[in-house]
């Protein structure tokens, strides 16, 4: 079996995350959760009030920020410069900045660069908008995840809910369509499916099925000779 890279790409919140999660933990690969990366960036910069609009900030900022994924308690959580910021990067605050800062060229091409180089080994699974496109075109695996909007911001809410934050359907709707915009329109590596990539629409499945789905694809690809 071949150790292959696994690349997962679709709009916000249609469970890109729990099938790369599920995936990899079925596999016994390793996972990257290439948003969160973009997430911490974004807390950092508002944390120091950098304006995005200014690049020699932008560049001076990144030269401070240091991402890392650590596994507590069976949990895969991003730290910033050494501080857990997992809880914070999930937030309204960040999901509301963060697509604007995505779309930054510098930021792209320094989180694409630690991207590449987490995937060097092979063996991974990970999940984002231009993971089949611009970070591992040549992934032996590419899947674009897509689920009906309506089902999207219902999971997107449920899951809001379970961390107690109680917010309109009305504005957790906005703020998804209105990330998917910026990031299908942006001109740096827009969302958009990889030609060879391979479409699971899972509106109408459960976690179980989606990961079945998926499981028998990456079996099939690592079965295939180098
Ligand atoms: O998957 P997510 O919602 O945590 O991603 C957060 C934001 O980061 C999202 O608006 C798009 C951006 N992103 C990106 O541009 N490229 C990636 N590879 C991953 C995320």
Do not use: W
């Amino acid at each position: 079996m071949r150790n292959i890279i696994i690349a997962i790409d679709g709009y916000s919140s249609c469970g890109k995350s729990t099938l790369a999660r599920d995936l990899a933990s079925a596999l016994r690969f390793g996972y990257v959760d290439s948003g969160a990366m973009y997430r911490a960036v974004t807390l950092y910069f508002l944390n120091h009030s950098i304006d995005y609009d200014d690049r020699a900030a932008v560049i001076e900022a990144l030269r401070h920020i240091r991402i890392e994924f650590r596994n507590i308690n069976h949990q895969n959580r991003t730290f910033l410069n050494g501080q857990d910021v997992e809880d914070d990067i999930r937030d309204m605050r960040v999901s509301s900045a963060v697509s604007p800062v995505a779309a930054i060229p510098e930021v792209r091409r320094a989180l694409v660069q630690q991207q590449k180089a987490l995937g060097q080994t092979g063996g991974i699974v990970m999940d984002g908008r231009d993971i089949g496109t611009v970070v591992f075109p040549d992934a032996e695996l590419k899947i674009f995840l897509t689920a009906d909007p309506d089902e999207r911001v219902r999971r997107r809410q449920l899951e809001l809910t379970a961390k107690g934050l109680e917010l309109t359907e009305e504005s957790v709707r906005e703020n998804l369509l209105e990330r998917d915009r910026i990031d299908s329109t942006r001109a740096d590596s827009p969302l958009r499916q990889a030609d060879d990539a391979i479409v699971i629409d899972n509106t109408l499945l459960n976690r179980q099925e989606q990961l079945e789905l998926a499981l028998q694809l990456a079996h099939e690809t690592m079965k295939q000779p180098a």
